[in-house]
Structures are given as structure tokens and as C-alpha cells.
């Protein structure tokens, strides 16, 4: 009964011409509490379908607890929150989530998953009556009623305030804390950090790094430099320096570095002439897509 | 863990619980949907109000034992049942995948056909409904007379008869689109209701309506149900064969609709 919880192997999706997810192997074991962070049509939700069995691989296997993830006993121990998904508006809160626990062989008590997401007091709303927040948390219901070893949650904070963002990953950070798999897709960088001890990074379809935030963050944090030069830029010009990506639109040019002053350095040394320098914390979100379109293109 | 933890824990949820509670959602569904349930429920006794109240005591035709009330009785407990059927069926699920409840039901362990049939079985307790409220109507307001026989297979036959329309609204459900479904539906389902006799006798309607009448499925189930309230036909054994073949011939068309729903959405 060891081995991965969930697993995709050698998987590779098209879409018509499209490669949505191309050549992509990753293991997650149980306990663990995974980020997967990419900018908008990465791949991260046609990830998550595979390795739900909602979409099938082109080529290549997905695994959940080593069984095909069509197989309803590998379904039995999931949680999923789709990223776009309904719900029979006509319904109570309970009803449906009453109805939810039905489908699991060892559902938590109705009471006891309304309360973990927060909706004690909704419990006999109409579903349709729910605010977008309150239907997030309902949501989180329907994935925790059947007590998942592993939660799949794609996109969970999409459309939520800040509270209601703040508030909602503290509550996954408690059930990874408690030993649950957790499996999250999101394109906000803090949110993987805030969470998760692994962060999977994906662009276009490939995995470009597999590591502790930590460390992701020290390849995207840094500082942002841009400048005006009169000479055409060329990027040759920037070759060697420890510059996370380059930026060139005519004559301005915008560098993303962890090492700031040594760039400023050289390219004082190299003769590079500089007007307008301005040297800035770089946002995150900013860093993060810079860096996936440097994967790419390097 | 253990290899006795594993045996002695069931690693999927029993299925007949899971039909009750998908059933009775499917059930409150239906009905709280004023504009589903109060048509469906409503609709066959207040036909029978505008139309047959009025002539109920008359014979059907001269010398005929079998009244008009009788026979229109038949006519709109038909209409009713496969009104839930086609129209329950179609317009909700064209509702459901619109907003794309597929999608949720679809990660969970709920196996498809237990969805099937709790839906199967909530439309028939509408269609039930729908059948006593009009014969209790048809009975108060218009006196019809039935002996104790000829109202159970009367309520036989009418939820018999629905079972091929389950079919075709659960085909017109994954064929038709949400904004489109009511029309498409109602398209289908009145004419064809019509063209049966359901309404008029069919000696009244226009010559190639005669002719087209007995391929429609409506037209078989209508001999069946009228026969139950003593009208007489030589053999309604073709009848029954024609609802048989219906029945096998919507659930294909349904379950071919469905897999292409299934494949664009989930290969």
C-alpha cells in the first residue's frame, strides 16, 4: 500500500494541434501538500484532469494510489474543487452535501463538513442563494465530505477578497498539517509559498522546476532594473551577468536580477550607457512570469 | 496498514443508499422548479378542464359505450406522463450541463447509471403525481366512472408508456443546448402529441397527419391507454411491440448522445 499517491507517467495531452501537456512524469507522495504555480493555460488544470481521470492521456499513464483514476475506488478516496463546475442551485446546503457524502464509503457526519468550510449558518440556504465566496466554501465542502486522503483543489482562492482568500489557506494549510495529500493549482506565487513545501512550476505544458518555494524564489525574487540606453540594445551586450531575464522594448531595457549591484557593476565596466536608471524590488507576480518566459525561450 | 484493515473496510459506498439520496435530490430538483413542476403537475387536468369537461358525459362516437371523458382521460394522463419525460428530462439536463454540473459529478465515485436511474426514477414519481391529481379531477369535476380495473391499467399502462419517452428526453437532453432545449422540446413533443390524436380524435385532423399518426410513438401509446378505458381495438399486441421497439430505439439514440457529450468533454 506505499508507493505515490498520485502519479503521472510519461503524459503527454493534445488538444488538435495543441500540446496542452507535453512529456510530463511527477510523483506526489502521500502527505504531501503540492503546489503547482504557472501562469494562465500552462497546463495546470489539464494536469490535474489527468491525473483525475477527467481527460485521457494522449500518451503516457496516470496514477492515483497505483490504480487507474477512472477506477471508483481511487475515486472513493479523493476530494476535488473544480476550477469551473456547478451546482444543483435547487438544493440546501445540507441536502447537497448530504447527498456528496453518499457517494463515499466512509463519509464525515453532514454537521461535521459544513462546519469544516464554514457554512454552519447556511446549512439551509438554497444553493442558488449562496454568495460566490459562500459557494467556494461549498465547494470545499463537497471535496471534504468523504474524509479524501488526497484533496485535489484547482484554482480554490479564483474570485475570492482578501479575507475570504486569507481565511480559506489557513484552513488548507490545517488539513495539509494534519496529514492530508494536498494538490493545489494556483498562479499566485505567495500562495504557494504560504503553503506548500513543494511547488511545482509549469509553462507551456512542461515542468520547468520541481523544488521547496524557497528555492523558486530565490531563482524569481530579486530586484528589477531598467534603464533608457541611445544605442540599439542588443542582448549580447548583457551575456555573463547574473540576470534572471531581459527585457528589450526599443530602447528600454528591464533586467531582473538577485544580484543587483554586481549587474550594475558590469555594465558600468562594459561601457553600457544608462539613462533614466531606475532599480526596484520586483513584484512577484512580475518576477514569476519573467522567469517562465525565460525557461522557455533559454 | 494491514491486509485485514484493507478487507474489512469497504473501499467503495454501498449503492442503494447512494440511489435513494441521488433520487430524492433529483426528486426536489424537479419539484422545486415551479415552472417545471407545476405544468407538468397542472398542465394534463386544466386540458382536461377547456376540453373535455364540457362533452364529458357524451359518448366518444354514436353508440359507443366508452364516454368522451373516459377516453380524454386517457388521453391527457398520457400526455401528462410523457410531458415529465420528455420535458423533465430534456430541459434539465440541457440546464445541468449548461452549467456544468457534469463536471463535479463527474470527478466523485457517483457511478453514471445510478444518476440515470435516480432521474428515471424522479420523473416517474412526478409522472405518478401527475396521473392522480388528473384522474381525481377527471373524477370530481367530470364524473367520470371507471371500474377499480380500469383505473390500475390505466395508471399501468400510462407509466409504462412513459418508459421509451425517458429515452428520447434524455437523447434531447445531451443533443439539445441550454438556451435551445425548452423550444426544441416543446417543438417535438406538442406536434407530435397532437398529430397522435391525444387532443382531437384523429378523424378530425388533416389526411397526411392520418397517415403519419401510426409511426409516432405517442399514437401506439395512446391505443394502449385508450383501450384501458374500454375503447376496443382488434390486437393491441402490435402496439405493444412498436412501444417495445421505441423504448430500445430512444435509449440507443440516448446513450449515443450521451458518449459524444462524454468524449468532448472528457477525452
Known amino acids: 500500500m506505499s508507493g505515490p499517491a498520485v502519479e503521472l507517467i510519461h503524459v503527454t495531452k493534445r488538444y488538435g494541434d495543441v500540446v496542452a501537456v507535453d512529456d510530463v512524469s511527477l510523483a506526489i507522495d502521500r502527505g504531501e501538500l503540492v503546489a503547482m504555480l504557472g501562469p494562465n493555460g500552462a497546463g495546470k488544470t489539464t494536469s490535474i484532469n489527468l491525473m483525475l481521470g477527467m481527460r485521457n492521456p494522449t500518451s503516457g499513464k496516470a496514477r492515483l494510489f497505483g490504480l487507474d483514476p477512472k477506477d471508483l475506488k481511487a475515486r472513493s478516496r479523493i476530494g476535488v474543487m473544480l476550477q469551473e463546475s456547478g451546482v444543483p442551485g435547487m438544493l440546501r446546503v445540507e441536502e447537497l452535501v448530504a447527498l456528496f457524502c453518499s457517494y463515499y464509503p466512509r463519509p464525515l457526519p453532514v454537521a461535521q463538513a459544513i462546519a469544516m468550510a464554514g457554512l454552519d449558518e447556511k446549512a439551509k440556504t438554497l444553493v442558488k442563494d449562496l454568495s460566490g465566496g459562500q459557494h467556494q466554501r461549498l465547494y470545499l465542502a463537497l471535496a471534504l465530505c468523504g474524509d479524501p486522503e488526497v484533496l485535489f483543489l484547482d484554482e480554490p482562492t479564483v474570485g475570492m477578497d482578501v479575507e475570504g482568500r486569507r481565511r480559506f489557506l489557513q484552513e488548507i494549510a490545517g488539513l495539509g498539517a494534519r496529514g492530508r495529500t494536498i494538490v493545489l493549482t494556483t498562479h499566485y506565487l505567495e500562495e504557494a509559498d504560504q503553503l506548500a513545501k513543494r511547488v511545482v512550476v509549469i509553462d507551456r505544458g512542461h515542468v520547468i522546476a520541481d523544488s521547496s518555494p524557497t528555492e523558486i524564489k530565490a531563482r524569481v525574487a530579486g530586484k528589477r532594473i531598467t534603464f533608457l540606453t541611445t544605442a540599439l540594445p542588443d542582448e549580447s551586450r548583457f551575456a555573463g551577468l547574473p540576470l534572471n531575464s531581459i527585457q528589450v522594448e526599443d530602447h528600454r531595457v528591464r533586467l531582473l536580477t538577485n544580484e543587483p549591484e554586481e549587474v550594475l557593476r558590469e555594465l558600468f565596466q562594459r561601457g553600457v550607457e544608462l539613462r533614466d536608471l531606475e532599480v526596484s524590488g520586483a513584484d512577484l507576480e512580475e518576477a514569476f512570469v519573467a522567469m517562465t518566459r525565460h525557461e522557455v525561450t533559454a | ?267
Open chain 2, 1 to 267: 496498514m494491514s491486509a485485514e484493515a484493507v478487507a474489512v473496510s469497504p473501499t467503495t459506498a454501498p449503492v442503494l443508499p447512494m440511489l435513494g439520496r441521488q433520487a430524492y435530490a433529483e426528486f426536489v430538483k424537479l419539484l422545486r422548479v415551479p415552472a417545471f413542476s407545476v405544468t407538468s403537475i397542472v398542465l394534463p387536468s386544466m386540458f382536461y378542464a377547456f376540453i373535455g369537461l364540457g362533452q364529458a358525459r357524451e359518448p366518444l362516437f354514436p353508440g359507443s359505450s366508452v364516454t368522451f371523458g373516459q377516453y380524454f382521460l386517457a388521453s391527457m394522463a398520457l400526455y401528462g406522463v410523457a410531458n415529465v419525460m420528455v420535458l423533465g428530462f430534456g430541459i434539465s439536463l440541457a440546464n445541468e450541463r449548461g452549467q456544468k454540473q457534469d463536471l463535479l459529478m463527474k470527478s466523485t465515485p457517483l457511478p453514471a447509471p445510478v444518476y440515470f436511474v435516480a432521474k428515471a426514477l424522479s420523473a416517474l414519481a412526478i409522472a405518478l403525481i401527475s396521473i392522480v391529481v388528473l384522474s381525481v379531477f377527471a373524477a370530481i369535476a367530470a364524473g367520470v366512472h371507471l371500474t377499480a380495473s380500469q383505473w390500475l391499467t390505466l395508471g399501468t399502462r400510462a407509466m409504462l408508456c412513459s418508459i421509451p419517452f425517458i429515452g428520447l428526453g434524455f437523447a434531447l437532453g445531451y443533443l439539445a443546448g441550454p438556451n435551445s432545449a425548452p423550444a426544441v422540446t416543446n417543438l417535438i413533443y406538442l406536434p407530435t402529441a397532437f398529430a397522435s390524436g391525444l387532443f382531437f380524435p384523429l378523424q378530425l385532423l388533416p389526411r397526411f397527419l392520418q397517415d403519419i399518426a401510426p409511426y409516432l410513438p405517442l399514437y401506439r401509446a395512446a391505443h394502449l391507454v385508450w383501450n384501458s378505458v374500454g375503447v376496443p381495438y382488434d390486437d393491441i399486441s402490435a402496439d405493444w411491440v412498436y412501444m417495445a421497439g421505441y423504448t430500445v430505439g430512444f435509449f440507443l439514440l440516448a446513450l449515443w448522445a450521451y458518449r459524444r457529450d462524454q468524449g468532448k468533454k472528457f477525452n
